[in-house]
């Protein structure tokens, strides 16, 4: 079904120059690219959720939110150098389920950091009891998304069925 | 280094339960995923201390920070654990790898900023209250330790384009092979 649109992505120069280019700064780069992208998106994201369930109790949870537009800049880093591995894939990663098990943890994780982002206490503002459990609450799915979106990451590696728009199906 | 490449090589090869479980189906990729979740914990947590140092979310005492390192250890912990499964699985496909050899300088390197940074200046720069800015002295070793840990990813993330290619023994002769020597 998606096959002619998959067929015509390949082709175009963009994602050849991607794929079978021998320069550093086309698929090693964009790679490398993507894993600092998620070193800062999930990495600071991890330590806020860590401060969240308890530890480092010494830092103010508002003075997290300066690290939140760090984490939006490796998301951004990693939309963009997504595209391009895709770009450079697209049959490999759009038919494999697990491609969209990945944006699903993604897509939760972000949710979560919106509203955890929307919630974190101000200054002098008294943390209820509860809101404190809902937030701990919230700190372990996050944690819990971004492991299986890295995860799931990792496994499109070896899970594809189809690397290219015509290649043979592996078994 | 060539003989010493060659005796670690010959010896990582020969643990031979970690590479039979490595080997299964979902050994590596499994091993993989977390070799990355410990990436992220590890970077995470030390990107945080850094950008403190560097002046970011300054109204938090640079010490507070100090409690999430044991979780940048962790993620150490994790990923040198890891790390060592694949080496154990495919020895001369890191030994010999260049992008592999710069990932481990800069893992030293990281680590020597680390030691001088506790044994120099980390007395000064714990009692630093909120609100203050670290001196520039001090900043230097939080862009330094961003610089190697964003190094190390990209080594790593280099480490399969590097692939080394074969070579006899007498064209491996220098300070480190970049191919594998037979």
């Known amino acids: 079904m998606l096959d002619p649109y ?42 806020l959720d860590l401060r969240i369930l308890g530890f480092a109790a010494r830092i103010p949870v508002p003075e997290f939110r300066g690290f939140v537009p760090l984490m939006w800049v490796g998301l951004w880093l990693n939309v963009t150098s997504g595209l391009a591995l895709l770009a450079a894939y697209p049959t490999k990663a759009l038919t494999n389920p697990v491609f969209y098990l990945k944006l699903g943890f993604i897509g939760v994780a972000l949710v979560i950091l919106k509203v955890v982002r929307r919630r974190l206490p101000t200054e002098g503002m008294a943390v209820t009891m509860s809101m404190t459990r809902n937030f701990r ?24 069925t189809r690397l290219l728009v015509d290649s043979v199906p592996r078994p | 280094m060539v003989n010493f490449q060659l005796w670690l090589e010959h010896t990582l090869s020969n643990v031979d339960p970690v590479a039979t479980f490595m080997r299964t189906r979902w050994g590596w990729p499994t091993v993989e995923s977390v070799h990355f979740i410990g990436l992220t914990l590890l970077f995470g947590t030390i990107a945080a201390w850094d950008l403190r140092l560097l002046g970011m979310a300054k109204r938090v005492p640079i010490v ?9 250890v962790l993620g150490f912990a994790i ?104």
């Not at chain 2, 507070?64 to 940048?72: E, G, I």
């Open chain 2, 79 to 182: 990923n040198a654990t890891s790390g060592s499964m694949f080496l154990m699985t495919e020895p001369d496909q890191y030994l010999y790898n260049r992008a592999f050899q710069f990932k481990l300088l800069f893992m030293a390197l990281a680590g020597l900023n680390v030691v001088v940074f506790y044994l120099a200046v980390f007395r000064r720069v714990s009692r630093l209250a909120p609100g203050v800015d670290a001196p520039p002295a001090v900043k230097v070793f939080g862009a330094t330790s961003l610089a190697c840990w964003i190094a190390v990813i990209v080594c790593g993330r280099l480490i399969t384009w590097y692939r080394p290619d074969r070579c006899d023994l007498t064209q491996a002769i220098g300070f480190l092979a970049a191919c594998i020597p037979r």
């Open chain 1, 137 to 160: 609450i919230l700190a372990a799915a996050s944690i819990l998304c971004w492991a299986g979106a890295i995860t799931a990451g990792r496994f499109l590696a070896y899970t594809y």
């Open chain 1, 6 to 47: 998959l067929s015509w992505l390949e082709s175009t120069a963009f994602s050849t120059w991607m794929r079978e280019s021998t320069s550093i700064f086309a698929f090693p780069i964009v790679l490398a690219l993507h894993t600092i992208g998620l070193g800062l998106i999930a990495g600071l994201n991890v330590a």
């Open chain 2, 64 to 72: 507070a920070f100090h409690r999430l390192v044991p979780f940048a």
